[in-house]
């Protein structure tokens, strides 16, 4: 079983913020029905792709789909006469969230900066050359826009009957080394275009393994396509 881990979203209210800054909604009048529709589309979708996906993400999914419920059954009334909003509990779990991620963020990026005038020395880790950020690699791609294209290069390729069992005759490193050879000759090639090549739904997935661990290490990058669910694929020595 090939497993991945993915950094974008640290937990979920992580994915909710996202979703809420994404669609530029109001984080005090979060519409239940959209985010709970969004936020099982990406779990299912994480299951698809075989990844291991934490129960505070289904604890998450449970809680949402408890407010939906709350939202279409008659207010409750607290001891002011005043009507309970379902979504307090959830609006302030993500404001506390929120408040320490962007500090989180502006630590780090403290930290990021002043490393490049203070060196630890005689400490490997500590390199002189600045690393390829990870983010810099996935330019104006999400996590979401992945699998959104993934799922769709799945969608074009039918499912194999489940009664057949064959031994998986392709591995991540061959696909790998797949992908370093398209892109030798090439700027950068196409997501879609290149799942056309692939023969089976296994080989779309190991392939797509392989794109995200070709990423992690910096020997690719992703930039947006004007075609929907589609993005390129360009190496970073080919710019």
Same mark, same amino acid.
């Given at each position: ?43 299912? !979708? ?33 001891? %002011? ?13 993500? !404001? ?7 500090? +989180?963020?502006?630590? +780090? ?9 203070? =060196? ?23 996590? =979401? ?24 005759? &392709? ?16 700027? +950068? ?15 779309? &997935? ?8 070709? &990423? %992690? ?8 396509? &004007? ?13």
């Amino acid at each position: 079983m090939y497993k991945i881990r993915l950094h974008e979203f640290e937990g979920p209210l992580d994915l909710l913020l996202f979703f809420l800054k994404r669609d530029e909604l109001d984080i005090y009048d979060i519409p239940i029905s959209k985010i709970t529709k969004e936020f099982m589309t990406y779990l299912h !979708l994480l299951e698809q792709l075989d990844l291991e996906v934490a129960g505070d993400f289904i604890l998450m999914a449970a809680t949402l789909m408890q407010i939906k419920v709350k939202m279409l059954l008659p207010k409750d009334i607290d001891e %002011k006469g005043e009507e309970i909003d379902p979504r307090a509990d959830l609006v302030k779990a993500l !404001l506390e969230y929120k408040r320490y991620k962007e500090m +989180s963020e502006e630590m +780090s990026f403290m930290e990021s900066n002043m490393r490049k005038f203070n =060196y630890r020395g005689n400490y490997e880790e500590d390199s002189k050359q600045a690393p390829n950020d990870f983010e810099t690699l996935l330019k104006n791609i999400t996590i =979401y826009d992945l699998i959104k294209a993934f799922k769709k290069a799945l969608m074009d390729r039918p499912a194999e009957p489940i009664h057949h069992i064959k031994k998986w005759n &392709v591995s991540i490193d061959e696909q790998m080394n797949y992908l370093a050879a398209k892109l030798k000759d090439k700027n +950068s090639v196409s997501f879609l275009d290149l799942m056309l090549e692939m023969r089976d739904r296994v080989r779309i &997935v190991v392939t797509f393994i392989a794109m995200l661990e070709m &990423v %992690k290490s910096g020997t690719i990058g992703l930039r947006e396509s &004007v075609t929907l669910n589609d993005f390129f694929i360009y190496g970073i020595n080919n710019g």
